[in-house]
């Protein structure tokens, strides 16, 4: 079962984890994306490389946090060391998020989105990437979490 909810930025979220409630349950696992998104609408999806866990989906760029690190200070970490592009943590904007079980893990994705970064993306890691509309990501293989994430991100962006 996926669950997703849609927020946006308003000062700091009360019903974001805190250590205190990540500790009552130690198989969540938080992980931070963007949706890069271009003057044009397209926005950046990474194919999941060969040899990784689901492998050839397509998913927005970020990754796992790492212990005591801040939401937005591991999703530039994460960029950085994934597209080689730098984004200052005031360019991300809290969008919304889901929640999946993986395996035995419970995975809180938080999507941001962001406008602006300096760089051009590369995929550092082998991974491939396309730039594509809302609509053309309906077509796509993604991981569980991200699916539901397109319609929240189209409700986002045409409001």
Known sequence: MVTTLAFFHRGV????PTETKLKKN????????AALVRPDGQILLQKR?????MEGLWEFPGG????????????????????DIRIEPANLVPAC???????????LLLLYICRI?????????GQTLGWF?????D?????????????LLRKILHA
């Open 49 to 53: 490389p060969k040899g990784r866990e």
């Open 139 to 151: 077509g796509l293989s993604m991981p569980p979490a991200d699916l539901p994430l397109i319609d």
């Open 13 to 16: 979220n009360k019903n974001f």
């Open 97 to 107: 998020f889901a929640s999946a079980k993986i395996g035995d893990r419970d995975l």
């Open 26 to 33: 130690p198989t969540m696992l938080i992980v931070t994306a």
């Open 133 to 137: 509309t809302l609509d053309q990501m």
């Open 117 to 125: 970064w300096a760089g051009e993306p590369v995929a550092v890691e």
């Open 64 to 83: 796992k946090l790492e212990p005591g690190e801040q939401a937005e200070a591991g999703l530039v970490r994460e960029l950085d060391e994934e597209l």
